[in-house]
């Protein structure tokens, strides 16, 4: 969604405030343990995702001293995040060029051993949340979840998502989704949550 006499958020600008949100993501941590390189990897691995986000799906945003400050994905029923066959890099080869086939392959295990939720299709989907660290406590993301949210209800979507992070499950509860299911990616993966809005009569 582009708000009128604010400048949209570009794909670097995305991916920027992205990485170095989910710098402490059990996801992340997981996908990429070293540290040292994790913001500058996750930039690059959800880049992919976020150039396909700004072309076909919903981004949300807002801003602060005219910098990019918290940032929402989402797509509804439906939406494709593939991209054209001939346009690289993919995510899953990407990430096999950033940590090794193998240790892909053990990631991909993990995120596949999800089961699929039923009815996916009849839900919109909250991919990424993320609000930059320096301005975070501010109540920013709390203001484009409401904004998803108050969208989906008026369209009579229910929202979906899913998290990682255990201390993020009392922000959503209280925007108005609950917690449908847990599961754990794989056997040496982190737990992920998956969270909805009230299915809408």
Known sequence: ????????ATVPEIRTVLARAYAADPLLAWVFPDEHHRIEATAAWLGVLVERYVAVAEVEHLREDGA????????RPGTSLAGGPDLLPTAPGLLRALIG???AWKIGAGLRAIPSPPDDTSFAHLNFLAVA???QGRGLGGRLLDRVVEQCRGEGLPLRLDTTNSANLPFYEAHGLAVRAEDRLGPTGPLIWRLETPRLH
């Open 1 to 8: 969604m582009t708000v009128a006499g604010v400048e949209p």
């Open 68 to 75: 990019l400050a918290a940032v929402a994905l989402w797509g």
């Open 101 to 103: 086939p193998r240790r």
């Open 133 to 135: 660290p320096g301005v």
